[in-house]
């Protein structure tokens, strides 16, 4: 019995981990061109729902998200290249719209620091077993 | 000395805890995201204006004096709670507001304005959302204070309240 509940627990928590996330792409939005649409779910993959934040707009259904993942779609269809795309999204909406923060002069501490807490934290291991390797 | 640097991590520890203490306490809405639209010239768009039979033609309207924008739309609630700001504005500040009219029902919204009253002196549509994604608009309401060259000065996300209302106002008197 006791088996038979954990195997069907780790089935759940495997589904979890395999499946591809949410899907919120609604049919009419879906571009006939596979290529495309798979060029557009990358992009918006990496957009931000400005409205839940911590969602992109292809996981979100936040009507904004919606509008943003069709001006996208036509975007592509109208030739523009992805860089383009980012491109103008960020010009309105700021870097914040991109789920990874680029590396710029301004974002430097922020892609640096973790290094240098690691760096100094191996220094003070290091230090501490030296330490006590003497007494 | 070793000692001393052994205390390091404690300091900064705590100085991140007070860091973190102090963005609690001040006031500040952390969802609140810059305009990255800041000190630029004002997006251009022409649409259909709902209250008048032209058209809509931004660079005929801007760029001549001090101009709140603002995003609205009658199914938003905190639309309506603003609108008496909104109406300050243009009758005892003498501003001129212009009332972008958000995914909206056109006769729901003339209803709404004959019965709050009208501000705007333009209500241009944004049917789709399209000139909101201009803005960089992601949760109305939204208001813009624009200046008289026509760049963008300023963007409060969400509802107008007494604070942000003299806030505004000493923007203006500052832009003039």
């Given at each position: 019995?006791?088996?038979?509940?954990?195997?069907?627990?780790?089935?759940?928590?495997?589904?979890?981990?395999?499946?591809?996330?949410?899907?919120?792409?609604?049919?009419?939005?879906?571009?006939?061109?596979?290529?495309?649409?798979?060029?557009?779910?990358?992009?918006?993959?990496?957009?931000?729902?400005?409205?839940?934040?911590?969602?992109?707009?292809?996981?979100?259904?936040?009507?904004?998200?919606?509008?943003?993942?069709?001006?996208?779609?036509?975007?592509?269809?109208?030739?523009?290249?992805?860089?383009?795309?980012?491109?103008?999204?960020?010009?309105?909406?700021?870097?914040?719209?991109?789920?990874?923060?680029?590396?710029?002069?301004?974002?430097?501490?922020?892609?640096?620091?973790?290094?240098?807490?690691?760096?100094?934290?191996?220094?003070?291991?290091?230090?501490?077993?030296?330490?006590?390797?003497?007494? | 000395?070793?000692?001393?640097?052994?205390?390091?991590?404690?300091?900064?520890?705590?100085?991140?805890?007070?860091?973190?203490?102090?963005?609690?306490?001040?006031?500040?809405?952390?969802?609140?995201?810059?305009?990255?639209?800041?000190?630029?010239?004002v997006?251009?768009?022409?649409?259909?204006s709902l209250l008048k039979?032209?058209?809509f033609?931004s660079?005929q309207e801007f760029g001549n004096e001090i101009i709140l924008v603002n995003f609205f739309?009658?199914?938003?609630?905190?639309c309506?709670?603003e609108h008496i700001y909104i109406k300050r504005f243009s009758s005892e500040k003498k501003i001129r507001v212009i009332g972008i009219?958000?995914?909206?029902?056109?006769?729901?919204?003339?209803?709404?304005l004959?019965?709050l009253g009208n501000p705007y002196s333009n209500v241009p549509?944004?049917?789709?959302?399209?000139?909101?994604?201009?803005?960089?608009?992601?949760?109305?309401p939204?208001t813009f204070l624009i200046n008289s060259k026509g760049i963008i000065k300023y963007r409060h996300?969400?509802?107008i309240t007494k604070k942000t209302y003299k806030k505004i106002n000493l923007l203006i008197k500052e832009i003039e």
């Amino acid at each position: 019995m006791i088996n038979k509940t954990f195997i069907i627990i780790i089935s759940i928590c495997l589904i979890q981990l395999f499946s591809d996330n949410s899907f919120t792409v609604e049919p009419e939005e879906v571009l006939e061109n596979q290529k495309q649409e798979l060029r557009a779910r990358n992009i918006s993959k990496n957009i931000r729902c400005m409205i839940c934040q911590n969602q992109s707009i292809d996981e979100s259904n936040a009507p904004l998200a919606k509008d943003l993942r069709i001006l996208i779609r036509n975007k592509i269809k109208e030739g523009k290249k992805d860089k383009e795309i980012y491109n103008f999204l960020t010009d309105r909406y700021g870097d914040f719209i991109l789920l990874k923060p680029p590396l710029k002069s301004s974002t430097l501490a922020l892609w640096l620091l973790p290094f240098i807490f690691l760096i100094i934290g191996f220094f003070i291991v290091f230090h501490l077993n030296k330490k006590s390797e003497k007494i | 000395m070793r000692k001393q640097l052994l205390i390091a991590p404690t300091i900064l520890f705590v100085f991140i805890l007070l860091t973190l203490f102090y963005l609690l306490i001040i006031e500040r809405n952390p969802s609140e995201v810059p305009s990255n639209l800041l000190n630029k010239k004002v997006p251009k768009f022409e649409t259909e204006s709902l209250l008048k039979n032209e058209r809509f033609v931004s660079s005929q309207e801007f760029g001549n004096e001090i101009i709140l924008v603002n995003f609205f739309a009658t199914w938003c609630k905190p639309c309506r709670d603003e609108h008496i700001y909104i109406k300050r504005f243009s009758s005892e500040k003498k501003i001129r507001v212009i009332g972008i009219n958000y995914k909206d029902n056109s006769s729901n919204a003339i209803d709404w304005l004959k019965n709050l009253g009208n501000p705007y002196s333009n209500v241009p549509i944004d049917k789709s959302g399209r000139i909101a994604i201009d803005w960089g608009v992601y949760g109305i309401p939204e208001t813009f204070l624009i200046n008289s060259k026509g760049i963008i000065k300023y963007r409060h996300v969400g509802q107008i309240t007494k604070k942000t209302y003299k806030k505004i106002n000493l923007l203006i008197k500052e832009i003039e």
